[in-house]
């Protein structure tokens, strides 16, 4: 009988400190797994002009696609994995998936967007979808797509939190409180569904922080834009705000988000769109956290919290207790996926990977 200890991981996914990949890697580490990671930003082109044309022009193709995947295969001879865990989509093709598979490897994918997005779909990676053996999805309005397209097994298993950079944090002096000071931050990208959301906050006079790319290249959101946030400076935003917002990108159908998770961790007072998977997670309205569905829910919700110290304070613990008191942390979900593949690994447990500490 296989223990946690016979398992052999290769990771194909982005090193980055706030990216899926890093937090999977540091999960493997902490359990005593080998590990090895493929950093699959490597596909990409390190010219900007590069990417940007083969995205518009080459169907979201990675310049270095063919060069990249045959790395991973030779990676996988090499290292001689059990499982191959990428992240989103890696740039790995269907033949040398198959071949991996050959070599008595499960391949499985932890899907982070939506690859029926029109923003990311591709031929490419649409081919190569069949190829793995299980997708770990975090949303379940695709499932039936991922089906029809030859995906034989998928499971639902939300985003997480990574402990070592999603916590509570300090602000150290007067010059970071001025620095990080807001009424309600955001943390991602200005999709154009979101900037209506923040563009009437600003609006109604809420003093808003906003952390991603291209906040600034939109003029009802500019003065608000306070550039790319790296996990310290998440850290330090959450600590300076009364509110945090929480919205789903709507292009990828999510039910919840990263954000999901790592904002309760930071234990920042949310507002939080209203879904399914919300509720199930958060539970109802006022327990841990506060919903909208409209823009002026959203503004309604908002000033009633900034008015309330002692409501921001109860929600924010309280929301803090739910996600971090349970198994929620990316340790936990690789735990979930190796356990999912118990065929091959009868052993593996949460006690086992616990004792293997």
């Keep these: 009988m296989n223990s946690i200890r016979s ?22 580490q902490s359990l005593n797994i080998p ?47 059990t499982v191959l865990l990428a992240t989103g989509m890696a740039a790995i093709e269907a033949k040398d998936l198959s071949a991996i598979r050959a070599m008595g490897v499960k391949t499985c994918n932890f899907l982070t967007d ?11 990676f649409t081919k190569a979808l069949p190829e793995y053996d299980v997708i770990f999805n975090p949303r379940r309005a695709n499932m039936n797509e991922l089906r029809a397209a030859g995906c034989s097994e998928s499971s639902y298993l939300p985003f997480a939190y990574a402990p070592e950079i999603h916590f509570p944090e300090k602000l150290a002096n007067q010059a970071e409180c001025a620095t990080f000071d807001s009424e309600v931050f955001f943390a991602g990208a200005a999709d154009r569904d979101r900037i209506g959301y923040m563009a009437m906050l600003i609006r109604e006079g809420i003093r808003l922080g906003l952390y991603g790319s291209f906040w600034n290249r939109y003029s009802p959101t500019r003065s608000a834009a306070r550039g790319v946030a790296d996990a310290f400076t998440l850290r330090k935003a959450a600590a300076g705000a009364k509110v945090a917002l929480c919205l789903v990108r709507r292009s990828n159908r999510d039910g919840h988000c990263m ?13 939080v769109e209203d879904t399914e998977e919300h509720r199930e997670i958060f539970g109802p309205d006022g327990e841990c956290v506060t919903y909208f569905q409209s823009p002026e829910e959203l503004l309604a919700a908002v000033r009633r919290l900034l008015a309330d110290d002692e409501a921001r304070t109860r929600l924010a613990d309280a929301c803090h207790k739910r996600i971090c ?5 990316y340790r936990d979900r690789l735990v979930q996926m190796l356990r999912y593949l118990k065929e091959d690994h009868p052993a593996l447990t949460e006690t086992d990977a616990l004792k293997a500490l």
């Design 114 to 124: 939506d690859p029926f997005n029109p923003v990311h779909a591709s031929r490419w």
């Design 259 to 271: 954000r999901t998770f790592e904002l309760p961790a930071m234990r920042t007072c949310m507002v």
């Design 35 to 81: 590990v090895r990671l493929v950093d699959s930003s490597m596909a990409l082109s390190t010219n900007r002009w590069v990417n940007g044309f083969c995205y518009h022009f080459r169907g979201h193709r990675p310049f270095h696609l063919h060069r990249f995947s045959r790395q991973v295969r030779a990676e996988a001879e090499r290292f001689h994995p």
């Design 325 to 329: 008191g349970g198994r929620n942390t």
């Design 7 to 28: 398992l052999r991981l290769l990771l194909v996914a982005n090193p980055g400190e706030v990216h899926v990949g890093a937090h999977f890697y540091a999960a493997a």
